[in-house]
């Protein structure tokens, strides 16, 4: 069974930088495709950044520049480090992962960024 778990979610202030973590297991295939949804109090959840298996990248247009994701396939391991966070990045963050057209997600770690 697929799990994922993230970790690295807490409050910070406004310009400051935080790296979130996502623990990936179950599975003995390579995920097509990894990286981070999020989900603001009152929003439909949406796309962070992504990363397929080759590298090629997906960012949200509010998060160029400011927002990496990466992966450690050694560790088993997906990462998003976000600079310079501004308020309205405030939401819980949700890892990704698809395998052979299946999607599965995490239960999601909370960041709160504070003016």
């Known amino acids: 069974q697929v799990l994922l778990v993230e970790s690295g979610g807490r409050s910070v202030q406004a310009g400051t930088s935080l790296r979130l973590s996502c623990s990936t297991s179950g599975s003995n295939f390579d995920f097509e495709v990894t990286g981070w949804y999020r989900q603001a109090p009152g929003k439909q959840r949406e796309l962070v950044a992504i990363?397929?298996?080759?590298?090629?990248?997906t960012y949200a247009d509010s998060v160029k520049g400011r927002f990496t994701v990466s992966r450690d396939n050694t560790r088993d391991m997906v990462y998003l480090q976000m600079n310079g966070l501004k308020p309205e990045d405030t939401a819980v963050y949700y890892c990704?992962?698809?395998?052979?057209?299946?999607?599965?997600w995490g239960q999601g770690t909370p960041v709160t960024v504070s003016s």
């Open positions: 990363r397929t298996y080759g590298g090629s990248t």
């Open positions: 990704y992962a698809q395998l052979r057209r299946r999607d599965y």
